[in-house]
Every structure is written in C-alpha cells, then in structure tokens.
C-alpha cells in the first residue's frame, strides 16, 4: 500500500504562485510515474501534469502549459508542482496520484494511477 499526501494549497491572487507538494511513502517511490490532477465544483477531474520515475520525462495539460512546473525529489519522496500565473479558473482541488506500473511515456488517463491523495484545495481570486 501507498500512502500519498498533499500539501501546500491556499488562497491566491490572479497573477500569484503556489507550490504543491505530495509525499508518497514506500522504498520504491524512485520507481512510480507521479501525476497531478484537479477537480473544478461541477466538472469532473482532469489530469494537470505527470513525471515518469527518473524525472526525465514530463507532460502538462495545455491549459497549464508555461505556467506549471512538475519535478521530483527521490530522496525525500516527493514531487512538487509549481503553479505561477495562477488564474482564476486554476481554482479547484489539486490531487497527486501515483501509479506502480511501468510506462515508457507519461500517461495522462486517472484510471491508469493506483493511489490517490485526499486533495488540497487552491483558491485563486480575481
């Protein structure tokens, strides 16, 4: 079993930066692909960015694209996404997942992650 717990949500300003981190437990957290994902009120969750286990390979979604950053630090078993330029329709809850199974690309789809955070909610005002 892998525990993963977000951290580092608030509340923001248009134009601001938060950054999200996520601690997944396990001696085998170098070897998981890492993503990020978020759920708008009425909309349904959407992938944000992964990181395959080496951090060598990364993806974002458009919407986030130059603004986000995904990146990882194995010795401390976390990953952390740096969001600048915060809109307002960035606000949602963030979720980090984490999947076990092996892939030679980062894979976008939420059914592919194995375990879920509870979320963190970032707030952005306008």
């Known amino acids: 079993q892998v525990q993963v717990v977000e951290s580092g949500g608030g509340l923001v300003q248009a134009g601001g930066s938060l950054r999200l981190s996520c601690a997944a437990s396990?001696?085998?957290?170098?070897?998981?692909?890492m993503g990020w994902f978020r759920q708008a009120p009425g909309k349904e969750r959407e992938f944000v960015a992964g990181?395959?286990?080496?951090?060598?390979?990364?993806k974002y979604a458009d919407s986030v694209k130059g603004r986000f950053t995904i990146s990882r630090d194995n010795a401390k078993n976390t990953v952390y996404l740096q969001m600048n330029s915060l809109k307002p329709e960035d606000t949602a809850v963030y979720y980090c997942?984490?999947?076990?199974?092996?892939?030679?690309?980062?894979?976008?789809?939420?059914?592919?992650?194995?375990?879920w955070g509870q979320g963190t909610q970032v707030t952005v005002s306008s």
């Open positions: 990181i395959r286990y080496s951090g060598g390979s990364t």
């Open positions: 997942a984490a999947r076990i199974k092996f892939s030679t690309v980062v894979v976008t789809a939420l059914r592919e992650y194995d375990y």
């Open positions: 396990g001696r085998t957290f170098s070897s998981y692909a």
